[in-house]
């Protein structure tokens, strides 16, 4: 069986051959007893103050096999372990008769994976996806949206093939702890991505790949007998003594006995088509606040002090959080930080404002962005589980209405927004339809930007600069999450009051990111074939 050794390190510049010797001293054994070897993971290590480096993951056989248990044995380290094999559950098809081909509701990342599993077992799913393929969506948004402010409804940053995730950093870490995630990392490896990601600790695809990566899924998804249909905007269900029979999609009414829902956070049209039609949907929190851009070579400087000169190094990120500033006692922190990258618009009906982060594969940009957020609780807004949208989207339409209502984003330096005063001068931002000085202040709730600015004066003396005339905030960051959760049971998965609808991913308020919005899809596919056989 072989052993797992980790944190395993080399300093910048050393060569990664160096490891197996490494490896073999951890051990105590001697370097020639070292057989194959695979690193597994790779990190760099910026935590103590001066001193950058890489830590390594690796798993290594040794030439003796039967010594490795007692190499293990008399060694008594965390960083050393003896691997088995693991239990792989063979995904059986059902006996029960599928009535119709299922129907998966979204081409984000839950309806990809959930869609090219049972494509790749026999079940021919059907997907519709209310946005374009990706070869017109890209059309679509740099072309007219970016160059002629002409914007799509249903072909734009959250809508069209590969959903939200397509034109986003691509980060493909999770905190979600499940065997199926090495599923989606080596899936994604098979249709394009970097071979480096899969060993990488803080993965990221970059919004120039993604485009493909979907495609090429798509194909796949075709060549096995599915179907992806574009264009095809669900807008009604048909619901007999409780189960689902049909859905409306456009002009036609399509038989629907198994529907997998996956529709996305901003699918807002649909969760008041949900509502009203007896779905079960409540609140659950989300977050809200204002999205931050520094120049990348002042987050390097934080990051890797004296190497940031080092230019083996990639772009650094961060990840902080100013604790105890909201005055409940909770927190603001970043989230979606973006090194090298762009700050985006992103709204799925015209006249709304909205930030998101976005980087190319090689985050090469001169800017690094992140959002600086609190939670809030959907709750707070009443009995009501769509008054968190609509909550939402007063303060999208209040950042719509302060530039002008051109799309170009509001923005604001940071220590003028700390000392309430105007900014004025050159102004440098990555945002591709540009931007205007304005008062930040007046584009979220006041608790909002009364936390943010505390957590400013945190995070400053901490990072200097993080707050100073470089920082410039711009927002409303307000799409990290759903503030809405469609109800499903924990076994069946089902909806709880509509037998047959089986919420997925973000947009049901069970996921967060590309990763772990997939392995809710593939959960899902997996609960369908356990049940029924493969549709005639």
């Not at 060569?15 to 951890?26: C, D, Q, Y």
């Not at 290594?60 to 060694?75: H, K």
């Not at 409780?242 to 529709?263: D, M, N, Q, S, Y």
């Not at 603001?332 to 909205?354: I, K, W, Y």
């Amino acid at each position: 069986m072989p052993i797992s050794v980790r944190n395993l390190r080399l300093n910048l510049g050393e060569n990664p051959e160096l490891l197996p010797e490494r490896a073999a001293r951890r051990l105590r054994v001697p370097a020639g007893e070292i057989g194959l070897y695979a690193i597994v993971r790779r990190s760099i290590d910026a935590r103590r103050r001066g001193e950058v480096f890489y830590s390594y993951n690796l798993q290594v056989t040794l030439r003796d096999r039967a010594a490795e248990r007692r190499v293990v044995a008399r060694l008594h380290r965390r960083d050393v372990e003896l691997l088995r094999a693991p239990e792989r559950q063979e995904l059986r098809p059902g006996t029960e008769p599928m009535p119709e081909r299922p129907i998966i509701v979204g081409f984000g990342p839950a309806g990809m994976f959930a869609g090219l599993l049972l494509a790749e077992h026999g079940y021919r799913p059907i997907i519709l996806e209310r946005g374009r393929d990706v070869s017109k969506r890209h059309r679509d948004i740099l072309r007219d949206f970016y160059r002629q402010g002409r914007f799509h409804p249903e072909s734009n940053l959250l809508y069209g093939e590969g959903g939200a995730g397509t034109y986003s950093d691509g980060k493909l870490y999770t905190r979600v702890h499940d065997s199926r995630v090495d599923l989606v990392m080596r899936t994604l490896f098979r249709f394009g991505i970097d071979p480096n990601l899969l060993i990488d600790a803080r993965p990221h695809a970059g919004s120039d790949r993604l485009p493909g990566i979907c495609r090429r899924v798509r194909l796949q998804i075709e060549s096995l007998g599915g179907q992806v249909q574009f264009e095809r905007r669900l807008s009604g269900l048909r619901i007999e003594d409780g189960r689902l029979k049909a859905l409306t999609v456009g002009p036609e009414r399509l038989a629907a006995p198994v529907c997998i829902l996956a529709t996305g956070h901003s699918a807002r049209d649909t969760y008041a088509m949900l509502a009203a039609a007896g779905v079960k949907l409540v609140s659950k929190p989300y977050q809200m606040g204002l999205r931050i851009e520094h120049p990348q070579g002042m987050v390097n400087r934080w990051q890797y002090g004296e190497a940031a000169a080092c230019d083996t190094l990639p772009a650094a990120e961060y990840q902080v959080v100013a604790k105890g500033v909201v005055p409940d006692g909770s927190n603001v922190f970043s989230f979606c930080m973006c090194p090298g990258g762009e700050v985006l618009v992103t709204n799925e009906v015209p006249g709304l404002l909205a930030t998101n982060g976005a980087s190319r594969s090689q985050r090469q940009g001169p800017l690094a962005s992140s959002g600086l957020v609190l939670t809030l609780e959907g709750s707070e807004h009443g009995d009501d589980p769509l008054a968190a949208i609509a909550f939402q989207r007063s303060w999208e339409e209040q950042a719509f209405e302060l530039t002008g209502r051109t799309y170009r984003l509001p923005c604001q330096r940071a220590a003028d927004f700390l000392a309430g005063r105007l900014s004025d001068g050159e102004m440098r931002t990555s945002c591709p339809l540009g931007a205007d000085w304005a008062d930040i202040r007046r584009i979220v709730p006041h608790y909002v930007h009364e936390a943010i600015a505390r957590a400013l004066i945190v995070l400053e003396e901490r990072m200097p600069g993080y707050a100073g005339q470089d920082a410039i905030l711009t927002g409303p960051e307000t799409r990290g999450s759903a503030p809405i959760r469609v109800l499903r049971d924990r076994v069946s998965r089902e909806s709880v009051t509509v037998r047959g609808l089986y919420p997925v991913g973000e947009g049901a308020g069970y996921a967060g990111g590309i990763v772990s919005s997939a392995v809710d899809g593939l959960k899902t596919a997996e609960v369908l074939m356990a049940r029924y056989a493969p549709p005639s």
